[in-house]
Structure formats: C-alpha cells, structure tokens
C-alpha cells in the first residue's frame, strides 16, 4: 500500500520565518519571567511585564482583569482576514516553593543547556516559546491570512481560572495550542480530569482542665484519613491510564473555631479540615467519585456516633488559591487537523517523525487549560518543551533550552501553516456512532 505523505504547502516561506528565532532572546525572555514571582493569584506583576513587552510591537492587546486586581495578558496578531485563527496558550502562575530548593529561585541560571530559575519549568518556558514563536512571524514579514492569538493566562494551576475566563468571555479560535512542557517530541492528546474538595470533621471544643463531653475534630479525621486510603472507585480504568482514578489528600488544618485559630492548644480543636485531590479518568464523573468516597466514609459514622463528617466542593473560598473549577477529562481525536498540522511542522523543523501523539505517560495523568478549550468547542492538544527535574518535585528544575528552541520553531511554521489555511479545514471530522 501506497502511503500518502502530507507535505506543508507554504514551505517557501518556512525559511523566513525561522529565521527570526534566535536562542540568546529566547533565554533573555524566559530569564525576565524567571525574575518576576507570580503564584497563582499573583500574576498581575507578569502580566504588566507582557503587557509592555507586546504592544511596542504591534499586538492587539487586551490586559483582561478576571478578578479584582488580578490580570492576564492576551496579545493578538490580526490576520489580513479569511483564515484560520490560532491560539498559542500559556500560563503566567507558578507552583508553590518546596522545602529543598537550594538556588536563588528569582535569579535564572544557564547551564550549558539548562535553565534554571523558579517556574520556568512549569510553565515560564513554554510561555517564552509561544511568545517567541509569533515573534518569528511577525518579524519575518509575513503576513498571515488568520489571527495568531498568543493567551498568557493566569491561574492554570488554580483549576484554570484564566482560560476559563477567556472562554466565558466568548474569544474563540479555530484551533490552540497548550505550551505544558511535555517534551518537544510529544504531542499530547489526552489528560486526566481533575477535582478538589474539602472534608471537614466536627467536634465539640474544650478546656484541657476538663475534657469530659469535649470531641477533638483533628482525631476524628485521622480514623476518615485512614479510611482514604482504602477507597475503591466503581470507575472502570482505562488502559491508556492505568494508574488513575487515584486521591491524594494535600492538606490539613485544624483548629478552634471557622478560622481554625491555631494559637489556642489548651483548647479542643472543634474544625479539622483536608483538602482531597482526585485525578478521574475519561467516562468518570464527579458524582460517581462522591459517592465512592461517601461508600468508605459512612461506616465510620455507623461505628462512631461522634464523627461528623462533610465534603465540600470546591473547597472554602478562604483558602486562597483554592481551586474552585473542575478540570474535566481531555480525550482529543489523534487526527485532528491541528493535531496533524503540528505533526507536519515537527517533520518540517527536524526531518523526523514525532516520538509519541496520544495518551504519552507520565504527563497524561496531569490535566491542564485544554479541558475548557476543548469543551468550548476549540480543537486542541499539548505541545512545550521539555523539563529536567531535581530531586523533588519541583526542587531547583529547569527547562532544557533547546527543547524550548524546537518548540518556538515548530509552533511557528505551525501558526504560518494554520493561519493561513481556510477555517473549515480545522474542523473535526464527524466521529462515528
């Protein structure tokens, strides 16, 4: 059997566009991220910075406030009209700082091919190769026919607030691009859902001189702790996600009082809460989850006439960051045509087929701003740079500079292909009954 190679039919014009791209502004971009904090609900100083950085240079800009005081960054390079339009996503807020961190967070460093630096791993890298990669188009002259939306949005790690936002705002695309730093040779396709929720256990407060009547909440959520740990979710599993559903309990406070005043210990502590993280797989819903954990959770009470238990989702609005929006499943088809146009752009940048478009492990257990872009009806999958991490988690990592190079070259000749094809060639085929 014959096979049909699909070939880039602007390839005279990939050369100028790829011109542009020089690695030294490619670190000088990510290191200025690097050099602004911005936790989740903290982005207002980075998204200033993208402000100035885009409008000098002829973008559209829309400085949008999704919260009082708090910002994001969309910039837009209007097409000349009649194509496509593209959208090139990437998230300003970082993830918290972990006890082993030994560099200066704030101040990157380049190492041969490392850079390293707070957030640039997730995901201040990506953003510098979205960012980047419309530089290239735009200096290179080339005018394209679509517009190459470029979305610094915040609050990614918090649920997706920014893209959420974005999308009840009602800005859509016919297709986009989510810079996650799975690899430059991954095009992810799927990712797990997500749901937070708190449980809270109740007790009755009193002074240690007379425990008599008194119930301790923080006892009362270690025997619902244990129980946790044995939850069986009803949920078939899917082979492509073999480790997932799981749950995660995150935090827990406990204290005297809705404020869980901390500074009472003579006292019974009357409100001990956990925050539960649960990764669900596609088909599964968040009511079939409650219900699992309620199956574990109800022989407690049976057994213990003093435990009281209660789960809320999401979580209290007084933990701030919490995250208030579910993150559903993403199951993209493999062959849709962005999929297919990235694809054909890796081959044109490297010569070479990419190494995995699919479920790709261990970055499908994540999940990410696709879920409210795809629900919103915009074709979408995961494309950024790959990452080297420490020892732990999020322990002095950092991005592998020419990972974050490929990227910014594939996403152009990608933007440079989509952009100027017709709107309808974006659109996914009707899927079979």
């Known amino acids: 059997m014959r096979r049909t190679v699909e070939t880039n039919p602007l390839d005279d014009l990939t050369g100028a566009v790829l011109a542009p791209i020089d690695r030294r502004e490619l670190v000088e971009l990510a290191s200025a991220l690097i050099r602004i904090p911005s936790f989740k609900t903290e982005e207002t100083p980075v998204a200033l910075f993208l402000q100035e950085f885009f409008r000098p240079r002829g973008y559209d800009v829309d400085l949008q406030e999704i919260e009082p005081g708090r910002l994001q960054t969309i910039a837009t390079l209007r097409g000349t009209g009649g194509g496509a339009s593209l959208m090139l996503n990437g998230h300003t807020d970082i993830n918290a700082l972990t006890l082993r961190w030994r560099r200066d967070p704030w101040v990157p460093s380049l190492e041969g091919d490392r850079l390293y630096g707070h957030g640039v791993q997730n995901m201040k890298g990506g953003l510098a190769s979205i960012i980047m990669a419309a530089e290239a188009i735009r200096r290179s002259g080339v005018r394209l026919a679509g517009d190459l939306v470029v979305a610094c949005v915040a609050g990614e790690t918090q649920g997706g607030e920014g893209t959420h936002y ?161 993150m559903d499943p993403f199951d993209m088809p493999v062959d849709a045509p962005i999929v297919r146009a990235v694809a054909r752009s890796y081959r044109t940048v490297t010569g070479e087929e990419p190494k995995a478009i699919g479920t790709v492990l261990p970055h499908s257990y994540s999940a990410d701003d696709t879920c409210h872009l795809w629900k919103a009806g915009i074709p979408c999958l995961l494309y950024g740079p790959g990452v080297i991490r420490g020892d732990a988690d999020e322990d002095d990592a950092c991005v592998l500079v020419s990972e974050m190079e490929k990227v910014t070259r594939v996403l152009a000749v990608t933007a440079l292909d989509v952009c100027q094809r017709k709107p309808a060639e974006l659109a996914l085929a009707p899927r079979k009954a």
Do not use: W
Not at 201 to 214: A, K, N, Q
Not at 286 to 303: G, H, K, M, N, Y
Not at 313 to 326: C, M, T
């Open 166 to 326: 974005l999308m009840e705002r009602g800005l859509r695309t016919d297709a986009a691009v989510v810079a996650e730093p799975f690899g430059a040779g991954n095009l992810v396709t799927v990712h797990s859902g997500i749901v937070h929720m708190a449980i809270h256990t109740y007790g009755v407060t009193g002074h240690i001189g007379r425990l008599e009547g008194t119930v301790n909440a923080v006892h009362k959520m270690t025997a619902v702790l244990d129980a946790l740990q044995r939850v069986e979710f009803r949920h078939p599993s899917r082979p492509d996600l073999p480790a997932f559903p799981r749950l995660n309990v995150g935090s827990i406070l406990g204290g005297r009082g809705r404020d869980y005043v901390l500074v009472e210990p003579p006292y019974v502590p009357d409100l001990c809460t956990i925050i539960v993280d649960v990764h669900f797989v596609p088909g599964q819903t968040v009511d079939e989850i409650v219900a699992d954990i309620r199956r574990a959770l109800d022989p407690l009470v049976t057994r213990d006439r003093e435990l009281r238990y209660e789960i809320e989702i999401p979580p209290p609005a007084s933990f701030k960051g919490r995250r208030r929006l579910v």
